[in-house]
């Protein structure tokens, strides 16, 4: 046995000396570089996501771990831990000789390895490698090998760490890095994890509980083995009073508590967020794994969030939520064949203040949960979009504005035309089908000549097509651009089709609801801000990106379009039951896409835009003879779906603040054509109320 021992400790305590088939130059290269990660790991901490309120909205964490300092600790914790795990750790150095050599008497006589002797800085030095691993299991199996070379590597920093570290500091950065069982990394999450209470606040009971785990935390788990986790605890207590760090009074109180768990499951990631934050938590994650400020790469990036200790605060207002929330699930069941989403823009600000949807946030296919998020593209975490239908339409007239046109723009606007050739951005568009395709109002009656102002609250289809002919695709492309669509729902560019004006390329409500957050702000375009400060645990701030917001059109064209679509939601406009309850001044627009498979609301107050879309969440539901949330339709428009959604939403979220009006332009309505005389038929429609049936006020 001497011998055994003299071999082992020349070559594990003294590696310069060489020893054990490994030569004194490689075991002494590198001995004086120790990285900075063992002095002060780059710890993974737990991520903290707050609301514009500062009320907590989740915690996430890819290792749940809240770092303290010696001060917040409990002291009876740290004597605790050096007692059970390395009495002697403030008499030796990295390497107990005297624990190396009991260890090897005890193991000799027993024939197995039963006791070991690492210190508790060689624990910490692996703690280290296994953390900086990460969830490379490859990586954290070769932490994890128990081989001669590893263990003279570890021995090595440990030594180095021992020369250049306070022995306080080892112990609280092994107390921050060791695993606890149940998820819980490090004493304060331990701490919570078990008795719902911070680490300076346990008894010496409670902290020899904790104490006992980290030898085998699965075989002393509290929970599931209470016995044996008692009896160890009581094993810690005991070598708590041998090192007189308690008194006898003090064991002996601790030992006759019982465990007093006050078990809380791992609260972990958007599927704990309360009141349907859970996609707006979500789409937090994506804005930092993809935006540049947080990183160059998206390498970079994701070890920036994977490593969390963040508090992150963001745009989400609690009472706009809850009155988003409340919209949707009151209009749609979320055991419906549609769902419902509802995104709300401040203007001026672009800070998304609500995003709502009816199918929650979460893994349950059986309950009709959904990790889609429905109001966002899919490079965010969404799907690929929805059809906008005629709520697009305004992006056209404000490009014809900008283009010169007047607001009094008249077209003869037939019930039904094929596609005109148009101009685009890089040629012609031809209408080369045969037969040729064509595009049909809503209804034969539905005929001009009309004017900008009648053809957008009638929603007249053929009118804005000949509108697009006037001034080109391109146009409408780049005035798209200025409201920041670049690119379809599913990431693939924009089309220059004449059914563009008809909304045929999917959007998602976050982009709709900015939309028209941009005509409600005077045609200045923010850019979409989900998060407005973000500080590191020890309470640096970290760089977020800036909001960027621009002027997209003109004054002019900003008041002209706020007559325009107030005009929808007035007299005999598709959206002219959806006032609010104290009647202030909205504007909006209404959308159906093709075979009403998905209908929209979007619209504003200077305070407030938000668009809501109605449809199956694959998009695949044509809402024709369905009911939805106990209601019977024959068919479902955008006036009497997500209309109500809009209405019910922007009420509670507005109630109580000051009404405001919109800048509005004075657009006259157009003259009636005088009859001919030499004719007895009913004159031509100039699109006056008086000349429409009922079905001409639903939307297309």
């Not at 006050?262 to 009141?275: E, L, W």
């Not at 002027?551 to 609010?580: C, P, Q, W, Y």
């Amino acid at each position: 046995m001497s011998v055994v021992s003299g071999v082992l400790l020349a070559g594990l305590v003294l590696p310069v000396a060489g020893g054990v088939g490994l030569t004194a130059k490689s075991t002494a290269e590198g001995f004086d570089d120790i990285s900075d990660d063992f002095k002060t790991p780059p710890l993974t901490q737990a991520t903290q996501i707050f609301d514009a309120k500062g009320g907590l909205i989740a915690k996430v964490y890819e290792r749940d771990r809240t770092v303290l300092t010696a001060e917040q600790m409990s002291p009876f914790m740290r004597h605790a831990q050096v007692d059970i795990e390395d009495a002697r750790f403030y008499e030796h150095g990295a390497v107990d000789l005297k624990g190396v050599l009991r260890a090897l008497g005890k193991n000799a006589e027993s024939g197995t390895t039963s006791q070991g002797a690492s210190t508790l800085t060689q624990q910490y030095v692996k703690n280290v490698n296994v953390e900086n691993a990460g969830e490379d299991k490859d990586a954290v199996k070769e932490a994890q090998r128990k081989t001669l070379g590893r263990k003279i590597q570890e021995l090595k920093i440990a030594i180095k760490l021992d020369e250049e570290l306070p022995k306080d500091q080892i112990l609280t950065n092994y107390l921050n890095i060791t695993f606890y069982g149940n998820g819980a990394y490090g004493v304060e999450a331990a701490s919570q994890r078990y008795f719902s209470k911070s680490n300076k606040d346990l008894t010496v009971a409670e902290a020899a509980t904790l104490a006992g785990l980290v030898q085998n935390p699965a075989q002393y788990d509290p929970k599931l083995h209470p016995v044996a986790a008692q009896k160890r605890r009581d094993t810690v207590i005991d070598k708590m009073l041998e090192n007189r760090h308690i008194t006898a009074d003090q064991a002996k109180e601790a030992k006759a508590a019982p465990l007093g768990l006050k078990y809380k499951d791992p609260q972990n990631g958007c599927i704990t967020a309360k009141a349907g934050m859970g996609f707006f938590c979500d789409y937090v994650r994506h804005v930092v794994k993809q935006d540049p400020a947080f990183g160059k790469s998206a390498e970079e990036r994701k070890k920036f969030w994977d490593k969390g200790g963040l508090n992150i605060y963001t745009t989400l207002d609690p009472d706009k939520q809850a009155a988003a929330q409340s919209a949707v699930n009151g209009n749609v069941l979320v055991t419906d064949t549609v769902s419902a989403a509802t995104t709300m823009v401040e203007p001026g600000t672009g800070k998304i203040v609500a995003m709502a949807q009816t199918r929650p946030y979460g893994l349950a296919k059986e309950k009709n949960q959904t990790m889609v998020n429905l109001n966002v593209d899919l490079a965010m975490g969404g799907g690929t979009g929805f059809q906008p239908g005629s709520t697009f339409k305004p992006i056209v007239a404000a490009a014809a504005l900008e283009a010169g046109l007047p607001p009094t723009q008249e077209y003869k606007a037939p019930h039904e035309i094929e596609y005109p050739t148009m101009k685009t951005c890089e040629g012609t568009w031809r209408n080369e089908a045969r037969p040729r395709t064509t595009v049909p109002n809503e209804s034969a009656s539905e005929k001009g000549p009309y004017q900008l102002k009648m053809a957008m609250a009638l929603s007249v289809n053929t009118y804005f097509v000949q509108m697009e002919q006037d001034i080109g695709l391109c146009a409408v492309k780049q005035m798209a651009n200025k409201f920041g669509i670049t690119r379809k729902a599913s990431g693939k560019p924009l089309e220059e089709v004449p059914a563009m004006a008809l909304g045929v390329e999917e959007m998602s409500p976050l982009t709709m609801a900015n939309v028209y957050a941009t005509f409600a702000a005077q045609g200045t375009h923010c850019d979409p801000v989900a998060i407005t400060r973000i500080s590191t645990v020890e309470g640096k701030d970290v760089p977020v990106p800036a909001g960027h917001c621009e002027k997209a059109f003109s004054d002019s064209t900003a008041r002209a379009m706020n007559t325009i679509l107030n005009g929808v939601t007035e007299k005999s406009g598709t959206g002219s039951k959806l006032h609010l309850d104290d009647y202030r001044q909205i504007a909006g627009k209404t959308g159906t896409s093709d075979h009403k498979k998905a209908a929209w609301f979007s619209g504003y107050t200077p305070q407030l835009a938000a668009a809501v879309w109605l449809g199956g969440p694959d998009g695949g539901v044509e809402m024709r003879n369905i009911t939805i949330n106990g209601t019977p339709h024959t068919e479902v428009f955008g006036a009497d779906g997500p209309g109500p959604i809009w209405r019910d939403a922007m009420n509670d979220a507005l109630r109580g603040t000051p009404a405001q009006s919109l800048p509005m332009a004075d657009i006259p309505d157009p003259v009636p054509p005088k009859p001919d005389p030499s004719s007895s038929g009913t004159p031509t429609s100039t699109g006056s109320p008086s000349n429409r049936d009922n079905q001409d006020n639903q939307d297309n």
